[in-house]
């Protein structure tokens, strides 16, 4: 099944590329990045051991094999699209088994309940859904859609922008009081900041004056704590244990009520963005393009996190 999937994509995007005369154009046509594209190419012909395409610096031509290929590849995506276009008469209800994976505490605040109400609409689909800050493999793992927060989607897979990744700066009352608020990015070397591990520990802060979305700075910082859990990191600035990166959707009640205070307002936490990943393939099953929707629909493109509707 995931190898049938993974020859798709192959076959559409070496057709688009025979198809458009280029990479950069077939990228172009796909709403992908040329070296995205290239690396679709050159995993088909790993997979097949062969040459498709003969890359020169003025032009690209189909090798021998490539064009016997190219041909049963062409028709192969014909049928499909054939097939779906005779689907298309009869409106198709999602149904099936939907595999979801999101970060873990971003899955359990903003992700379950747009799934819990997902499923309440679409009975007749079987939802498994992961929640693991580690990386997926999409394709070898069978995952549908993954939620991701990232500044750099995976380039050879579609990435629909849900939301911001907004930050702030926050401590609490008790820990200002007695450490003393910053006023400067560079004082923060003088404070106790909670550290964020993924992988690696979070050792530097990138800042941008709120009047400069161009410019960040970066800003050394160090601390007693380590965590690699963003609740873990909430709990410990309400402890008033430090300074702490955290994303404002899950710090929005608590500065309401005082229970943090942002510091360094002049300053932003450079952010990513929040998007729903999938392969790029023909046909994409409703179940995914309804998920997709309906996540849309909750986040609302371009602005900050919010809380899901209710429904």
């Known amino acids: ?78 049928s499909i699209e054939s097939v779906e276009r005779e689907a298309e008469s009869v409106p198709e209800s999602p149904h099936g088994t939907l595999r979801v994976t999101a970060p873990t505490v971003l899955g359990q605040v903003q992700v379950m309940p747009v799934v819990l109400a997902f499923q309440q609409k679409h009975p007749a689909v079987k939802v498994h859904v992961e929640l693991s800050d580690r990386r997926f493999d999409l394709i070898e793992e069978g995952i549908d859609v993954a939620i991701r927060i990232t500044a750099h989607p995976p380039p050879a897979f579609v990435a629909r922008r849900l939301a911001d990744d907004r930050r702030v700066l926050c401590a609490s009352p008790g820990y200002l009081a007695r450490a003393g608020r910053p006023r400067r990015p560079a004082e923060l070397a003088n404070h106790e900041c909670i550290v964020f591990v993924a992988g690696q520990p979070a050792e530097t802060w990138n800042l941008r004056a709120t009047e400069d979305a161009e410019h960040a700075t970066p800003i050394r910082i160090a601390g007693r704590l380590h965590v690699n859990n963003t609740l873990a990191l909430r709990q410990a600035s309400l402890a008033g244990l430090g300074i702490a990166d955290l994303p404002r959707y899950l710090v929005e009640e608590d500065l309401a009520a005082g229970r943090l205070e942002s510091v360094l307002e002049r300053f932003i936490p450079v952010g990513r963005g929040v998007f729903a990943i999938y392969a790029p393939s023909p046909y994409v099953p409703a179940r995914v393009r309804g998920f997709i929707e309906m996540l849309e629909e909750t986040f609302q493109p371009g602005r900050p996190h919010v809380r899901p509707r209710k429904r």
Do not use: N
Not at 29 to 55: I, N, P
């Open 1 to 78: 099944m995931l190898e049938h999937r993974e020859a798709i994509t192959g076959m559409s995007v070496l057709v688009a590329v025979v198809d458009a005369g280029s990479l950069t154009a077939a990228a172009a046509r796909l709403g992908m990045t040329s070296s995205a594209v290239s690396k679709q190419v050159s995993r088909l012909e790993a997979r097949l051991g062969t040459r498709l395409l003969q890359r020169t610096t003025r032009r690209m031509q189909l090798t021998e094999a490539g064009a016997r290929y190219c041909e049963r590849a062409r028709s192969i995506l014909e």
